[in-house]
C-alpha cells in the first residue's frame, strides 16, 4: 500500500467527538474544518428555529446550525465551551459550508471501520437516519454522524438561500464583528 493510501484510510478512520445534552457524537475529521469559539452569531428573519442565524467567517456569511435542536434534543445554553464547528456538507460542487453549535469539544479519536457497529433502533433520541452507527472508544460509545443526512438537501438549500440573503444585507466594506 503507498503511503497516500495510507494516509488518506488513516483520515476516513479519525473523527472529531463532541459532546451535544451530555450525549457525545462525533463527525469525519474530512468533514470538520475548523473549530470556533462561540461568539456573535446574528439573527436571520425568516430562518427555520433549527438555524441560529449566521456568522461571518473571513469575509464568507456561514450558516449556524444548533443541532441539539435539529436532533429534538433541549436547547442549551451558551458556556465558554460552547463552539461552533465549521463543516463541509455534500459532494463535488454541491459542497456548502456550515457551522454547528456543540455544547464541547471531547477529542480526535480514531475509529477503524470494524470498531463502528449499526446503531441501534432503541436508546437514542437522534434520529437513525442521521447515523453511520455507534463507534467503540475504549470503554464507552460515541454516535458517529452522517452529517450529509442530518443537515438534509432541502435544508442546506434553505440555509444557502439564508446565507444569500444576509450576504446581500450586509453593507458593503462592513467591518466583521469581533471574533469573526
Known amino acids: 500500500?503507498?503511503?497516500?493510501?495510507?494516509?488518506?484510510?488513516?483520515?476516513?478512520?479519525?473523527?472529531?467527538?463532541?459532546?451535544l445534552a451530555d450525549e457525545e457524537f462525533a463527525v469525519r475529521i474530512l468533514k470538520a474544518r475548523e473549530i470556533l469559539e462561540y461568539g456573535t452569531v446574528t439573527k436571520v428573519p425568516g430562518?427555520?428555529?433549527?438555524?441560529?442565524?449566521?456568522i461571518n467567517l473571513r469575509?464568507?456569511?456561514?450558516?449556524?446550525?444548533?443541532?441539539?435542536?435539529k436532533f429534538g434534543?433541549?436547547?442549551?445554553?451558551?458556556?465558554?465551551?460552547?463552539?461552533?464547528?465549521?463543516?463541509?456538507?455534500?459532494?463535488?460542487?454541491?459542497?456548502?459550508?456550515?457551522?454547528v453549535i456543540v455544547d464541547s469539544i471531547s477529542q480526535v479519536v480514531d475509529l477503524p471501520e470494524e470498531q463502528i457497529e449499526?446503531?441501534?433502533?432503541?436508546?437514542?433520541?437522534?434520529?437513525?437516519?442521521?447515523?453511520l452507527g455507534m463507534g467503540r472508544s475504549g470503554?464507552?460509545?460515541v454516535?458517529?454522524?452522517?452529517?450529509?443526512?442530518?443537515?438534509?438537501?432541502?435544508?442546506?438549500?434553505?440555509?444557502t438561500a439564508i446565507a444569500g440573503q444576509a450576504a446581500e444585507a450586509a453593507p458593503e466594506g462592513a467591518e466583521p464583528a469581533p471574533g469573526d
Not at 434534543?73 to 459550508?97: F, S
Not at 454516535?143 to 434553505?158: G, N, Q
Request: proline share 7%; aromatic share 6%.
Open 1 to 19: 500500500m503507498s503511503v497516500l493510501a495510507d494516509l488518506a484510510n488513516h483520515d476516513q478512520s479519525q473523527y472529531l467527538s463532541f459532546f
Open 139 to 141: 470503554k464507552k460509545f
Open 118 to 131: 449499526p446503531a441501534p433502533d432503541f436508546g437514542t433520541k437522534v434520529k437513525l437516519e442521521y447515523l
Open 59 to 69: 469575509g464568507a456569511v456561514v450558516p449556524v446550525v444548533d443541532l441539539a435542536l
Open 73 to 99: 434534543l433541549p436547547e442549551r445554553e451558551v458556556t465558554k465551551r460552547t463552539c461552533v464547528v465549521i463543516v463541509e456538507v455534500g459532494a463535488g460542487e454541491d459542497k456548502t459550508t456550515m457551522g
Open 143 to 159: 454516535m458517529v454522524l452522517d452529517i450529509d443526512k442530518a443537515l438534509s438537501p432541502s435544508e442546506l438549500s434553505s440555509v
Open 47 to 54: 430562518a427555520p428555529p433549527t438555524v441560529r442565524g449566521v
